[in-house]
């Protein structure tokens, strides 16, 4: 079974300062790391994903995850945020099989304060 | 389609009714998933198909929902003799061997 953590529930930050989500993960089973963006009163958008390869990802709009397999952890990064960047985000994983199901961290709200 | 669609996106029902929601993945996609946000409750897994079986449906609250998929392809999520903690976004999913999950934008299912 897998399990995600995400350790912080609220990150506040000023627009422009650097921030860091970040997430844990527990399983047994090889798995891959997805990192899920939700806009207030609109659906799960898929924020970057960590399938193989490279354990450094990046978004489209300056976000970096990186996947650290000792520490079990994928934390995401951006080092200067936007007002529009406020949201809440979701770390998931999945076994890596093509049968597995997504498993959620609790979510993080970034509040990015002008 | 170019998206998971799902229908509707906004369900008012009395306690005590039946509802079905409906998902329609994006074509060529195998698996499906429902799953359920609400406040303080985050994102839960309700049921996972493949093809049109389900070998996981760990998630689902009780007895009063249920769910199919038909042709590998659209799926009904039915919620028997609706209650108010049933109250909450109902998401579906849909996925190609598991390496990128699409969401569609849910159903607001509101129980008065």
């Known amino acids: 079974a897998q399990s995600v953590t995400q350790l912080d529930s609220q990150v506040p930050v000023f627009e422009e300062a650097p921030v860091e989500l970040r997430c844990n993960y527990s399983s047994s089973v090889s798995v891959y790391l997805f990192w899920y963006v939700q806009y207030p009163n609109q659906g799960l958008q898929l924020l970057l994903k960590y399938l193989s390869g490279s354990t450094l990802v990046e978004s489209i709009n300056g976000f970096e995850a990186e996947f650290n397999k000792s520490q079990t952890s994928f934390h995401l990064r951006k080092p200067s945020v936007h007002i529009s960047d406020t949201a809440e985000y979701f770390c998931a994983v999945s076994p890596q099989s093509n049968t597995g199901k997504l498993i959620f961290g609790q979510g993080t709200t970034l509040q990015v304060k002008p | 389609g170019a998206g998971v669609s799902q229908s509707p996106s906004n369900k008012v029902t009395e306690k005590g009714k039946d509802v079905e929601l409906r998902c329609d993945p994006i074509s060529g996609h195998t698996a499906l998933y429902w799953y359920r946000q609400s406040l303080g409750q985050g994102l839960e897994f309700l049921i996972y198909f493949q093809g049109n079986s389900a070998p996981d449906k760990s998630g689902l609250p009780s007895d009063r929902f249920s769910a199919e998929r038909t042709g590998g392809s659209v799926s009904t999520l039915t919620i028997q003799r609706t209650q108010q903690e049933d109250s909450a976004v109902y998401l579906c999913?849909?996925?190609?061997?598991?390496?990128?999950?699409?969401f569609g934008s849910g159903t607001r299912l509101t129980v008065v």
């Open positions: 999913a849909s996925s190609y061997r598991g390496q990128g999950y699409t």
